[in-house]
């Protein structure tokens, strides 16, 4: 086989790609304007311009390729049975890249693009060598990318890994392919030897519809279920341009000239772009779907282990955000496009606040679809159902992404825990406390007319602590306190309700306030500190609603017989969790141990409702001089309760017990007797 460097003579010497030991598909850009640009006219993340460049995401990507291909005639013949395929086939969600993966695995349909090259007519590659061979294949697919090398198309190491890959990582091939596809088309169509696709052909867009925005006068959920797909677009850029940003920095790595620990950095990036390059697939396809075959629950089908990334992804961020601190001096004198600074911090956000955007989107779709009086019963029970079902799998990672960062922080909370003490414990004592579950900012309430502040309750595996923190002078009261009254630090998030922009949509942000991060005005911080926070480079993690629970629903209900509007989602007070109390000189306060209460002698906890919708929390212990001990947490909200809850019963073998009238949810110790019961029960 010819070389096909001489025969172009110096044009393909002009094209210079440069591919990373992925391979991203983003990593090819196309010299055509793109057939369906997205352009999103307002930034959803503060690493973005306010108007983005035009996009095609990787569903675009694959759509508008496989319509390239089929203005080849000597491609689509074999593309065409493929697609005719695709569309027969029952699948609740179409993916653009399988007619792709299909095609791309025969060798010698490869091998046909790299003979377009030369000349429609004169074969440089023998397609029916070695046919009768169990290798044909594989021969076929050699010569392909040694044809690309020849061509300038590909370097040596690329067709290295592409050969290498195995079929598990058939999506990695899969892009290096569509990379070097899409440069030979170019080169085609600058020659003039694309032709008008044949109009018997079936339209790709027919077989894989997409919609970024709704038209005007489209129905509701129509609309969300738009913004849906927009902002998953948008999401996905981001994660793109975090991974080229990556990508840069690893190269550097690899050539020796810096020195930076890219595997703690930027370690789960490419796992949950990689998991996203799937999910993205199917919400752009389900969005554009009629609404009677729009299945939300499918869009979590057989991802579920696959989502587990983002719970490794918060666990970590407290060693990524102290490696790209060390980082940033090393960072900044590199030529990118991404400020390290500002734009990288802003974009490592991004994971987390498209995490808690899919329930609350989940839930104004299936608000929408109840509202519309134009749906059939069948059709309304059916799309509200799948979107419930896809609502609890987003809250459910949600939850679980959130206690894997509360796992993680209270692993260095721990140690910090005994440092802040005025008075060190014995190592016994510390061993007997067990692990740490939970810890929060409170104020305690001793009785009717003296309110103390400044408490902090720390939740071991076998003791409840419950410290004074500022000055390390103890009480003058020595007796134990038989009744205490609690309530945690909340706070109303406004941003939750974002200004509407042209071109945007309320859900399409959300600026929430780090989770496990004092605040300048909790801590008596100034308006300098304040100022300094927000200039921080830290990438902090938003707060996480994990535990709305779904009221009566407001129309039809016989419908549902569980429902929640989006505004009262987003009308909820966020849970934030404190950990040190700063003074102005940035010296953490000491703390005083005013209470600790073992959990096994945690008799009773119960949880009910007070006004304003917030919550109480009443928990009752037996000691051992015979006392009873009362803690009540009030003014929580129902996230916070479901939280607190939950690390109890994490300590405490806790079972339900009857609700009492005014609906209050009661969880007693089973080791006590029921006569004990009845009695704190009556009490």
Same mark, same amino acid.
């Given at each position: 086989?010819?070389?096909?460097?001489?025969?172009?003579?110096?044009?393909?010497?002009?094209?210079?790609?440069?591919?990373?030991?992925?391979?991203?598909?983003?990593?090819?850009?196309?010299?055509?304007?793109?057939?369906?640009?997205?352009?999103?006219?307002?930034?959803?993340?503060?690493?973005?311009?306010?108007?983005?460049?035009?996009?095609?995401?990787?569903?675009?990507?694959?759509?508008?390729?496989?319509?390239?291909?089929?203005?080849?005639?000597?491609?689509?013949?074999?593309?065409?049975?493929?697609?005719?395929?695709?569309?027969?086939?029952?699948?609740?969600?179409?993916?653009?890249?399988?007619?792709?993966?299909?095609?791309?695995?025969?060798?010698?349909?490869?091998?046909?693009?790299?003979?377009?090259?030369?000349?429609?007519?004169?074969?440089?590659?023998?397609?029916?060598?070695?046919?009768?061979?169990?290798?044909?294949?594989?021969?076929?697919?050699?010569?392909?990318?040694?044809?690309?090398?020849?061509?300038?198309?590909?370097?040596?190491?690329?067709?290295?890994?592409?050969?290498?890959?195995?079929?598990?990582?058939?999506?990695?091939?899969?892009?290096?392919?569509?990379?070097?596809?899409?440069?030979?088309?170019?080169?085609?169509?600058?020659?003039?030897?694309?032709?008008?696709?044949?109009?018997?052909?079936?339209?790709?867009?027919?077989?894989?519809?997409?919609?970024?925005?709704?038209?005007?006068?489209?129905?509701?959920?129509?609309?969300?279920?738009?913004?849906?797909?927009?902002?998953?677009?948008?999401?996905?850029?981001?994660?793109?341009?975090?991974?080229?940003?990556?990508?840069?920095?690893?190269?550097?790595?690899?050539?020796?000239?810096?020195?930076?620990?890219?595997?703690?950095?930027?370690?789960?990036?490419?796992?949950?772009?990689?998991?996203?390059?799937?999910?993205?697939?199917?919400?752009?396809?389900?969005?554009?779907?009629?609404?009677?075959?729009?299945?939300?629950?499918?869009?979590?089908?057989?991802?579920?282990?696959?989502?587990?990334?983002?719970?490794?992804?918060?666990?970590?961020?407290?060693?990524?955000?102290?490696?790209?601190?060390?980082?940033?001096?090393?960072?900044?004198?590199?030529?990118?496009?991404?400020?390290?600074?500002?734009?990288?911090?802003?974009?490592?956000?991004?994971?987390?606040?498209?995490?808690?955007?899919?329930?609350?989107?989940?839930?104004?779709?299936?608000?929408?679809?109840?509202?519309?009086?134009?749906?059939?019963?069948?059709?309304?029970?059916?799309?509200?159902?799948?979107?419930?079902?896809?609502?609890?799998?987003?809250?459910?990672?949600?939850?679980?992404?959130?206690?894997?960062?509360?796992?993680?922080?209270?692993?260095?909370?721990?140690?910090?825990?005994?440092?802040?003490?005025?008075?060190?414990?014995?190592?016994?004592?510390?061993?007997?406390?067990?692990?740490?579950?939970?810890?929060?900012?409170?104020?305690?309430?001793?009785?009717?007319?003296?309110?103390?502040?400044?408490?902090?309750?720390?939740?071991?595996?076998?003791?409840?602590?419950?410290?004074?923190?500022?000055? $390390?002078? +103890? &009480? /003058?009261?020595? *007796?134990?306190?038989?009744?205490?009254? !609690?309530?945690?630090?909340?706070?109303? #998030? %406004?941003?939750?309700? $974002?200004? +509407? &922009? /042209?071109?945007? *949509?309320?859900?399409?942000?959300?600026? !929430?306030?780090?989770?496990?991060?004092? #605040? %300048?005005?909790?801590?008596?911080?100034? &308006?300098?500190?304040?100022?300094?926070?927000?200039?921080?480079?830290?990438?902090?993690?938003?707060?996480?609603?994990?535990?709305?629970?779904?009221?009566?629903?407001?129309?039809?209900?016989?419908?549902?017989?569980?429902?929640?509007?989006?505004?009262?989602?987003?009308?909820?007070?966020?849970?934030?969790?404190?950990?040190?109390?700063?003074?102005?000189?940035?010296?953490?306060?000491?703390?005083?141990?005013?209470?600790?209460?073992?959990?096994?002698?945690?008799?009773?906890?119960?949880?009910?409702?007070?006004?304003?919708?917030?919550?109480?929390?009443?928990?009752?212990?037996?000691?051992?001089?015979?006392?009873?001990?009362?803690?009540?947490?009030?003014?929580?909200?129902?996230?916070?309760?479901?939280?607190?809850?939950?690390?109890?019963?994490?300590?405490?073998?806790?079972?339900?017990?009857?609700?009492?009238?005014?609906?209050?949810?009661?969880?007693?110790?089973?080791?006590?007797?029921?006569?004990?019961?009845?009695?704190?029960?009556?009490?």
């Amino acid at each position: 086989m010819q070389p096909f460097a001489s025969i172009f003579q110096g044009k393909l010497a002009s094209l210079t790609f440069k591919f990373t030991s992925k391979c991203f598909p983003f990593c090819m850009r196309s010299r055509r304007r793109p057939l369906v640009p997205f352009d999103n006219s307002s930034s959803t993340s503060r690493a973005v311009s306010m108007r983005r460049a035009a996009y095609m995401s990787p569903y675009d990507r694959a759509v508008h390729l496989i319509e390239r291909m089929l203005r080849l005639p000597s491609i689509a013949t074999y593309l065409y049975p493929i697609l005719i395929d695709e569309n027969s086939t029952p699948d609740v969600c179409k993916n653009p890249r399988n007619p792709l993966k299909t095609l791309f695995a025969r060798g010698y349909t490869l091998n046909i693009l790299l003979n377009e090259l030369e000349s429609p007519f004169v074969a440089t590659i023998n397609l029916y060598e070695l046919m009768d061979e169990s290798n044909y294949e594989t021969c076929q697919t050699e010569r392909f990318w040694k044809g690309c090398v020849d061509a300038g198309l590909a370097t040596p190491e690329m067709m290295d890994r592409a050969l290498s890959v195995s079929e598990e990582s058939s999506d990695e091939y899969l892009d290096m392919a569509m990379a070097v596809v899409s440069a030979i088309l170019d080169i085609l169509q600058e020659r003039g030897v694309l032709a008008s696709p044949d109009p018997r052909y079936i339209k790709p867009r027919t077989i894989y519809p997409v919609v970024n925005y709704a038209p005007d006068g489209a129905p509701k959920h129509a609309v969300l279920a738009a913004e849906l797909s927009r902002t998953e677009v948008a999401y996905m850029q981001d994660l793109e341009r975090l991974m080229a940003f990556a990508a840069n920095v690893k190269a550097h790595v690899d050539s020796g000239s810096i020195k930076v620990d890219t595997a703690t950095i930027f370690g789960h990036i490419s796992d949950i772009l990689a998991l996203h390059l799937k999910f993205s697939m199917r919400i752009q396809y389900m969005a554009a779907v009629p609404v009677e075959s729009q299945y939300f629950d499918a869009l979590f089908a057989g991802l579920s282990e696959g989502f587990v990334v983002y719970s490794r992804f918060c666990a970590s961020r407290e060693h990524a955000q102290k490696a790209y601190r060390q980082a940033l001096p090393v960072l900044r004198q590199l030529d990118c496009t991404i400020d390290p600074v500002f734009d990288v911090p802003s974009l490592f956000m991004r994971p987390v606040q498209r995490l808690a955007q899919y329930p609350m989107l989940f839930q104004s779709i299936a608000d929408a679809i109840c509202e519309n009086a134009h749906l059939s019963q069948a059709t309304q029970a059916q799309v509200v159902k799948s979107a419930y079902s896809a609502l609890r799998m987003s809250k459910r990672i949600l939850r679980q992404a959130n206690e894997a960062t509360r796992e993680a922080l209270n692993e260095t909370q721990y140690g910090e825990f005994f440092e802040r003490l005025d008075i060190p414990l014995s190592s016994h004592t510390q061993m007997g406390l067990g692990r740490l579950l939970l810890s929060s900012k409170v104020s305690a309430l001793v009785s009717s007319d003296y309110l103390v502040d400044g408490r902090e309750a720390f939740l071991f595996e076998n003791n409840l602590v419950l410290c004074k923190a500022g000055s $390390p002078e +103890r &009480e /003058s009261k020595t *007796s134990r306190i038989k009744r205490t009254l !609690s309530s945690l630090q909340i706070m109303r #998030s %406004p941003s939750l309700r $974002p200004k +509407r &922009e /042209s071109g945007s *949509s309320a859900s399409s942000t959300l600026h !929430s306030p780090p989770l496990l991060a004092s #605040s %300048p005005e909790a801590d008596g911080l100034g &308006e300098k500190s304040a100022l300094r926070s927000t200039e921080s480079t830290e990438f902090q993690l938003p707060t996480i609603d994990t535990g709305y629970s779904l009221t009566a629903p407001p129309c039809n209900p016989a419908l549902l017989s569980s429902h929640a509007s989006l505004t009262s989602l987003r009308e909820k007070p966020m849970i934030r969790f404190t950990t040190d109390v700063a003074c102005e000189d940035g010296i953490k306060t000491k703390l005083t141990v005013c209470e600790q209460i073992p959990t096994c002698a945690i008799s009773r906890i119960s949880v009910g409702a007070e006004a304003h919708g917030f919550a109480r929390l009443t928990v009752q212990a037996m000691m051992v001089d015979g006392g009873e001990l009362v803690m009540a947490f009030g003014q929580m909200s129902s996230e916070a309760a479901g939280v607190w809850t939950r690390m109890f019963r994490r300590a405490v073998s806790l079972v339900p017990a009857d609700a009492c009238a005014d609906g209050t949810c009661v969880l007693v110790n089973p080791k006590f007797s029921e006569s004990q019961q009845a009695r704190h029960l009556a009490a």
